[in-house]
């Protein structure tokens, strides 16, 4: 059974940080594409961030240069550290890992960026 975990979601004020982890199990961790996806109160799900196997990154451009994704695959882990965050990054975020026709997403951890 293949299961994505997210964690360290939480209230920050804008201008903090904070880091999201993911950990994997069920899967081959290291021949899976990883990323981060976000979804805002009545908007659409929209990619944050990926990383390849061989890992590539690739970032949407509301969040380049002040997030980063990495991975570690010993750990079967992926984290997204996100920086100067502002109120528009609140959202629930969704680890997800991508091989072929598969696709797993996590349940989502909820960041909240508010004074």
């Known amino acids: 059974q293949v299961q994505l975990v997210e964690s360290g979601g939480g209230l920050v004020q804008p201008g903090g940080s904070l880091r999201l982890s993911c950990v994997a199990s069920?899967?081959?961790?290291?021949?899976?594409?990883m990323g981060w996806y976000r979804q805002a109160p009545g908007k659409q799900r929209e990619l944050v961030a990926t990383?390849?196997?061989?890992?590539?990154?690739n970032y949407a451009g509301s969040v380049k240069g002040r997030f980063a994704i990495s991975r570690d695959n010993a750990k079967k882990m992926v984290f997204l550290q996100m920086n100067s965050l502002k109120p528009e990054d609140t959202a629930v975020y969704y680890c997800?890992?991508?091989?072929?026709?598969?696709?797993?997403w996590g349940q989502g951890t909820q960041v909240t960026v508010s004074s």
């Open positions: 997800n890992a991508h091989w072929t026709f598969r696709n797993y």
């Open positions: 990383i390849t196997d061989g890992g590539s990154t």
């Open positions: 069920g899967i081959i961790f290291s021949i899976y594409d």
